[in-house]
T-cell receptor, first 109, second 112 residues
């Protein structure tokens, strides 16, 4: 089955710093989602991005489907950005998503 | 996001208890999902329902029993659980199977 790998596994930033999170996947996909899981467990949709670049405030994402990777950029990080960032790709047409292991981000004041 | 709600938010149960988790979506979606997330691990899909029919069953033990009475509600019935079943159980919904999935806040389950 398809493999999804995220890097780095952990990241500590000072407030105001920028960061790039990476998601590699082993097979071609027709969509990719980025999620942020806050410290209380809530998963929040960030991007649905099968290809190209999207921006939402301080966050942006780029997926290069032909090279099987996606990047999530966080600029001017804030303490509320702390949590785990997951990327997920579909396994089949039946709604099954395969999640990466996540990047745990900690933003220090 | 309040489009998907889950109750209870926290549950502690003994191995001989029977309990149920409830999920409700207010988004008019046709597909609903149960995921399990053990500590520090990615989400694992348990069940998928589309138009109230189960379409995916990911080799989940029979002590977990899903029920989807209508497209807005999804239950997970629990019985004779083991301590290793302690985890965060997340419900999600999507317009259709290939669309963006939206998650509820989760139920944090502890089995003693």
């Amino acid at each position: 089955g398809i493999q999804v790998e995220q890097s780095p596994p952990d990241l500590i930033l000072q407030e105001g710093a920028n960061s790039t999170l990476r998601c590699n996947f082993s097979d071609s996909v027709n969509n990719l989602q980025w999620f942020h899981q806050n410290p209380w467990g809530q998963l929040i949709n960030l991007f649905y991005i099968p290809s190209g670049t999207k921006q939402n405030g301080r966050l942006s994402a780029t997926t290069v489907a032909t090279e099987r990777y996606s990047l999530l950029y966080i600029s001017s990080s804030q303490t509320t950005d702390s949590g785990v960032y997951f990327c997920a790709v579909p396994y089949n047409q039946g709604g099954k998503l395969i999640f990466g292991q996540g990047t745990e981000l900690s933003v220090k004041p | 996001e309040t489009g998907v709600t889950q109750t209870p938010r926290h549950l502690v149960m003994g191995m001989t208890n029977k309990k149920s988790l409830k999920c409700e979506q207010h988004l008019g979606h046709n597909a609903m999902y149960w995921y399990k997330q053990s500590a520090k691990k990615p989400l694992e899909l348990m069940f998928v329902y589309s138009l109230e029919e189960r379409v995916e069953n990911n080799s989940v033990p029979s002590r977990f029993s899903p029920e989807c009475p209508n497209s807005s509600h999804l239950f997970l019935h629990l019985h004779t659980l083991q301590p290793e079943d302690s985890a965060l159980y997340l419900c999600a919904s999507s317009q259709d199977l290939r669309d963006t999935q939206y998650f509820g806040p989760g139920t944090r389950l502890t089995v003693l």
